[in-house]
């Protein structure tokens, strides 16, 4: 059976909509071009806050070589940093789902053009556009089902994310610095070429103008947005977050009343484990090893700091007031007095991600960083961590390790 040339997707005629042009696809580009190099700059920023130069314990991402080259100590200042970066880079990660998917299908014909190459430069070209487009659903599709899903992929997200968005960004770049100039001087002319190859030669009739599809583009853009950003906050705002769901049981009200990621059933804690005979803290350092009860923990001078949980999932908390033991003062009980080095974190926990966590010597170090016991006033219940959990200031919420059981200070 032969298919007439105009049914098939190659053919100029296959393609109807009279909205596609230039100036669409231009729009939406320019669009795109600002928010995705904040989206790559929030995205390494993340990276680097999660402590992945501590590898293999934080990361274990193979043969990151130069790619690394950015990785820096993560400040505590300001303490709400990683709140206001990571709830940036997943908001608009999302808000600008609608334009990527609109400018996908605004040049969707380019993708069926024949002869497939007309030349190297040309076929380096459509080589690039194919990094770029399976970049672009890559990246964005690990990360959405990341913070939608719970963790589909635990562990193994970072690399896939961490290469995905080279790569993606890689194309992205070559093919800004061949298209922002085109796509400036479609803007700026007074009318549309009328034999540019995104133009249908036999569109249909128009059922919505141009104008509107950017509004159904913007709209949808607005809808995500709406929809999401309210989770970086507490109260009545978070309760528009409808689009986000964010793992554990719904916060309530009190003093712990705020969101919890893994519950403690979850995580599989045994309260048999945590009980004030059997938990002992583990702490080992140049001097040795020291075990602390509850009540020892208790015993030391307790310090105060107000400071949120901002989770890689992009959610987040507002300040809550932490009160425990300083992480310095529990290094200089095993031989750090002056020097706080790194730490590495382990929890109760046997299975699962996140059950254990490396801190960098300048987040030891800060007086705000604490072994948590209770917060807003109460002992630590047992789903944010009881006995004992980590608070560091501005740093992700993997890294405030839950359920502690050991903590080795310096060299491994
Ligand atoms: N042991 C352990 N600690 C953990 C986790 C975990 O799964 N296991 N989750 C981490 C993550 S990803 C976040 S965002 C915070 C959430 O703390 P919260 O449940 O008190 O809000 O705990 C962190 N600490
Ligand atoms: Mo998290």
Redo the contacts with the bound molecule.
Sequence with gaps: MRVPASRLPSAPGFWRSPLRGPRFTSLLGLVLLVGLTVLFATGLLSYAAYNPGLDPVNDKTPDRGILGFYLFAWPTDPHWLYRLTQGVHVTLGLTLVPVLLAKLWSVVPRLFTLPPARSLAHALERVSLLLLVGGALFTFGTGVLNIQLDYVFPGSFYPLHFYGAWVFFAAFVAHAVLKVPVALRNLRALREERDDDLISPRPDPPTVSRRGALWVVGGGSLLMFATNAGRSFDGPLRETAVLSPHG?PEPGHGPGG?????TARY?GIDPAETSEDAWRLVLTGRTGTVRLGRARLLGMEQHSAALP?????GWS?SDQWWRGVRLRDLAALVGFEDDPPDVFVE???RR?????GALRANQVADPRSLLALSVNGEALSA???HPA?IIVPAA????????VARMTFGDR
């Design positions: 554990g705020f969101q919890i990621n893994k995580a949980i901002a989770c890689v999932e908390t929890s109760l926990q699962g991600a996140f059950r254990s789903d944010h961590g959990r992700p919420g993997v890294l405030n390790t839950k359920w």
